[in-house]
């Protein structure tokens, strides 16, 4: 793959998702907004475009085949793998962060206010991912596997009440816009995950969890909005011609 200032950045790690920790070096959203292209993020965080390219064709060489081709597979395994895979990581580390955080605020809040903050929005992200998520396991994915499963078997797509699979996917890329504001909230809040002087092994373990989640959500969203939604929007355009 060629790196050019006119590829957006969600293309890049849709090939190679290692490329990724370049992205968060520098602080790049990747994910949400993946259609931007390299050379926007770099005149928005003034960046040098030429070494930013370097950097990335590094990782590009130096793993020339990366471990999972998310391009490769098909719409429908590729939905199920993100149900299977990160729903499921958020169903059982949810309940985990939101007991981690309110011990946080009742033993540390006094020396440390910005973790009921850190909290309030956490429980609220959460919450609304939650939701998020079945309405893509009720509604959206089961329609990308119809399309996908009417592709393989050449048989007619019956129309979705939701109208064109655009429709949905406009809106969960819309809370997942919601979902980056929140966490780069809490990432600021915590100064990037980094636990203070005086933080219990309580304190540290939930700052770790709390980043590993931000990484995964970074991940699942980047499946979503940068492979899975346009293939399914592809998809559909070559069913209903």
């Known amino acids: 793959m060629k790196i050019t200032t006119d590829t957006p950045v969600g293309e890049i790690t849709g090939i190679n998702f290692q490329t990724a920790e370049v992205f968060r070096k520098y602080a790049i959203d990747f994910c949400c907004n993946g259609q931007r292209t390299l050379g926007e993020v770099c005149k928005e965080k003034e960046l040098n475009s030429t070494s930013l390219i370097q950097e990335l064709d590094t990782i590009l ?75 893509e396991e009720l509604i959206l994915f089961p329609y990308i596997k119809r399309i996908s499963e009417s592709i393989e078997h050449h048989t007619p797509l019956h129309a979705a009440p939701f109208g064109s699979v655009e429709n949905p996917i406009t809106m969960m890329k819309y809370e997942h816009n919601a979902e980056g504001d929140y966490f780069r909230s809490i990432a600021a809040l915590t100064n990037q995950y980094t636990p203070p002087s005086d933080a219990c092994n309580t304190y540290k373990i939930t700052f770790s969890i709390l980043k590993q989640f931000e990484e995964d959500l970074h991940l699942h969203i980047h499946l979503e909005n940068n492979i899975l939604f346009p293939k399914a929007i592809e998809n559909e355009s070559l069913v209903m011609r």
């Not at 993100?82 to 729903?87: A, E, L, Y």
């Not at 309030?120 to 959460?126: G, L, P, V």
């Open 61 to 135: 060489q130096a793993t020339a085949k990366p471990t999972l081709n998310y391009q490769s597979w098909p719409s429908g395994f590729l939905a199920d793998y993100i149900q299977i895979k990160h729903h499921t990581y958020v169903e059982e580390t949810v309940p985990v962060l939101k007991k981690y955080l309110s011990k946080l605020c009742d033993v540390h809040g006094s020396r440390h206010p910005e973790l009921f903050e850190v909290r309030d929005i956490f429980e609220r992200a959460a919450d609304e991912l939650t939701m998020h998520m079945k309405k």
